[in-house]
């Protein structure tokens, strides 16, 4: 009774495995026939089993999967196992042992091919259930390929799993390829390895996909290290080579800011109708700020109608020669052969601000006109980057309102004397009837107040000082400097500390409101 029962188990264990092998062994339907076997040659006869089988085939000769039955690596652990004692198949047909090289997958994927084609599908008990190509799915890919096409890299369509793991589905078709836990690179990681190693697997590189990296020059340019903060020049901190302080750091603030580079030309007019406000000094402290902080390109131009007194502010270096000279040789100079050095020649170059000047006619009998400034000023504007023009003191000549409308930037000096801050609140109403474009002159204003020994009236800036700070868009307060009030040539090196410091103040605010000028659309 023993020896029947254990011989019932086994032939029912053998039919169960027959089974299994039957329902995922590959069948040569629509495989290539046989070049041997003669066109007459009679079929062979097939058993039960094996009309059982085909029974079971589409017409792609490929077993469907049951309907409510899940693939084989996704069942529970409580499924019946596979056989993992059966002895391993022929080595070129395993899918257990990870290839070495590209090449052994080719050969592999080929040997299996052909012992396929060559089966029958009555399988021997010799092939192992879940061994060679029957491991790679029921017939059908993830592609809904029939069972052993291969891609175009000659690789089979399903993935085989890394060595030491059982019942993972084969990788997602599209996803990069990870070191596998052998750590060889490459090798895709099953989703059971993914779940323990989700960054991959510690102390190997995976490849990482390739970056598409495009750079433009500007890109690059700011993707560069800014460069290292120069070190203090002055005092203790010059010496121990540590970085400035914050009263050199705002200065060179202010140098760089008046070292802006315009997109064009630029005109800056400095205007007051009072005499003695303060107009000349003020045009040769901002054009001397703006030379030393540009490294030259500004011109200084007297644009009195009739006599200035420019001349007898500046050192004569070169010339004597004035407006009216440089009008006398206007055909020459506008010609397109000109040259900086030609137009030079008429004007004063001064050495410690860095800048030229352009005096006014000496005598009464050449006034200028409208058309006489726009004749200087195309001219000036071909060969300067700044325009500093001081005006004269009638608002109805025709040259004050040529300047007017030419101005980028409008400088109002002062004194906190009543006459020369009431002649400026006139100007201010004057201009506000101008126009839009007027106004918009009024409020990008710089009021610049220049006392001399005594000129200070308390009461006079306490009333006034607010009305300007409203109407302009800010208030530069220069020292009073006893090389300004000797009223000679104006040095800006003889200057003080404090009167550069305020004339480069100046020139900063000055040049922050010609860029907003040049930024707003009119």
């Not at 469907?64 to 059966?86: L, R």
């Not at 107009?279 to 109608?305: C, F, H, I, M, Y």
């Not at 300047?403 to 004397?417: E, F, Q």
């Amino acid at each position: 009774m023993t020896d029947s029962h254990n011989s019932g188990q086994h032939k029912d264990r053998e039919a169960a495995a027959a089974e299994v092998r039957r329902m995922w062994q590959p069948t040569p339907s629509w495989t290539q026939p046989d070049p041997n076997q003669s066109p007459d040659a009679e079929p062979v006869e097939e058993t039960d089993e094996q009309e059982d089988a085909l029974s079971r085939t589409d017409s792609w000769g490929v077993a469907p999967k049951p309907v409510d039955q899940p693939a084989p690596w996704t069942q529970p652990q409580s499924q019946p196992a596979p056989s993992w004692t059966q002895p391993a198949a022929e080595s070129s047909s395993a899918s257990w042992s990870q290839p070495e090289e590209q090449d052994d997958e080719l050969g592999a994927d080929t040997e299996a091919a052909a012992s396929a084609d060559s089966t029958t599908p009555d399988a021997g008990p010799s092939t192992p259930v879940f061994g060679g190509s029957s491991f790679h799915g029921s017939g059908h890919d993830q592609g809904g390929q029939p069972q052993g096409a291969q891609s175009q890299g000659g690789q089979p369509q399903g993935g085989q799993f890394p060595q030491g793991q059982s019942g993972a589905a084969p990788q997602a078709a599209g996803q990069p390829a990870q070191p596998g836990p052998a750590g060889q690179s490459g090798q895709p990681l099953s989703q059971a390895a993914q779940h323990f190693f989700p960054q991959g697997v510690p102390g190997q590189q995976g490849q990482q996909p390739p970056q598409n990296l495009s750079y433009r020059a500007d890109e690059l340019i700011q993707a560069l290290p800014l460069p290292r903060e120069a070190p203090a020049e002055r005092g203790v901190r010059s010496v121990l080579k540590l970085r400035p302080g914050s009263s050199e750091r705002s200065e060179r603030i202010a140098r760089a800011t008046a070292a802006t580079a315009f997109r064009r030309p630029v005109t800056i007019v400095v205007a007051n109708p009072k005499g003695g406000s303060g107009k000349t000094p003020t045009t040769l402290l901002l054009s001397g700020a703006l030379g030393q902080a540009r490294g030259g390109g500004v011109v200084a131009w007297d644009n009195n109608e009739l006599r200035g007194n420019m001349h007898l502010r500046t050192h004569d270096t070169n010339s004597r020669s004035t407006v009216t000279d440089m009008l006398q040789a206007m055909p020459m100079l506008t010609q397109p052969d000109a040259r900086l050095g030609d137009v030079a020649a008429y004007l004063r170059h001064q050495v410690a601000g860095q800048y030229d000047v352009l005096t006014s006619a000496t005598t009464t009998y050449a006034q200028i006109e409208a058309k006489d400034f726009d004749q200087i000023h195309r001219l000036l504007s071909r060969f300067y980057k700044v325009l500093v023009i001081d005006t004269g003191n009638n608002e109805g000549s025709s040259n004050w309102r040529e300047a007017m409308k030419a101005a980028d930037a409008l400088v109002i000096p002062i004194k906190w004397k009543s006459l020369s801050c009431a002649a400026a609140v006139q100007m201010l109403e004057e201009l506000d009837n101008q126009g839009p474009e007027a106004q918009r002159l009024i409020r990008r204003a710089i009021i610049a107040v220049s006392n001399g020994p005594g000129d200070v009236n308390k009461e006079v800036e306490k009333q006034l000082r607010p009305y300007f700070e409203s109407r302009a868009a800010a208030v530069v307060d220069i020292p009073t400097d006893m090389h300004i009030a000797a009223e000679g040539p104006l040095d800006h090196s003889a200057l003080q500390p404090a009167t550069r410091r305020a004339a480069l103040d100046l020139a900063a605010k000055v040049a922050e409101q010609i860029t907003v000028a040049l930024n707003t659309p009119r």
